[in-house]
Every structure is written in C-alpha cells, then in structure tokens.
C-alpha cells in the first residue's frame, strides 16, 4: 500500500517562505507524477502545482505563479514545494499527491491520474 506524507506547514506572516515537503513509500511502485494541491474552507481542492518525470514543464495554478516553486527526485519518490511571498489567500491545507504507474504507463506523455494522498498539512498566512 504507498503511503504518501507531508510535512512543513505552519502559521506564518505574509510575505513569508516556507517549504513544503512530500514523500511516497510502501512496497515497490513507480510515479508518473507527484503534486500538491489545496483545498480552502468552503472550496474545492485545486491543483497548485505538479512535476511529470517525463521532461516536461512544471505545471502551475496562475495563482501562484512566480511564487511558488515545485521539485523532486522520481527515484526517492520525494516533492517539495517552495512558496515564498505567502498571500492570506494562500492559507488552505496542502495536499500531496502520487500518480502511480506501471509499465508503459510511466512513460510518454498522458493525462495525470492522482491516486494516492496525503493527509494535508495546514497552512495559514496571516496578514
């Protein structure tokens, strides 16, 4: 069973950094792609950023774009998460999240399939 963990959220002051970190373990398993995303009261939880292992570009919400930074390491099956100049608006919990894959579905270019999820870590932005 993968088990998916993040760690590094906290109460912090606008304008502020802070990093975020995710790993995935359980067993024998390869990853398409690993993300994160948010979830606010009251709203869905949306995509904030994510890294395919196969070349591409990250993906970022345009809300925070230039802000945010999303890295990691396919073979430690690891990602983090650098958000710096923290908005109040930012304050949601955190969400990592593993598309597992197998075979030739690890490769080439597809639609991302997030099947396995973190618990959340919180994060609030304080004005």
């Known amino acids: 069973q993968v088990h998916v963990v993040e760690s590094g959220g906290g109460l912090v002051q606008a304008g502020d950094s802070l990093r975020l970190s995710c790993a995935a373990s359980g067993g024998t398993f390869s990853t398409y792609a690993m993300g994160w995303f948010r979830q606010a009261p009251g709203k869905k939880r949306v995509l904030v950023a994510s890294i395919t292992w196969n070349g591409g570009s990250p993906y970022y919400a345009e809300t925070v774009k230039g802000r945010f930074t999303i890295d990691g390491d396919k073979d430690k099956k690891v990602v983090g998460l650098q958000m710096n100049s923290l908005k109040p608006e930012d304050t949601a919990v955190y969400y990592c999240?593993?598309?597992?894959?197998?075979?030739?579905?690890?490769?080439?270019?597809?639609?991302?399939?997030?099947?396995?999820w973190g618990q959340g870590t919180q994060v609030t932005v304080s004005s």
């Open positions: 999240a593993a598309d597992i894959c197998s075979g030739f579905g690890c490769y080439g270019s597809r639609d991302l399939n997030f099947g396995a």
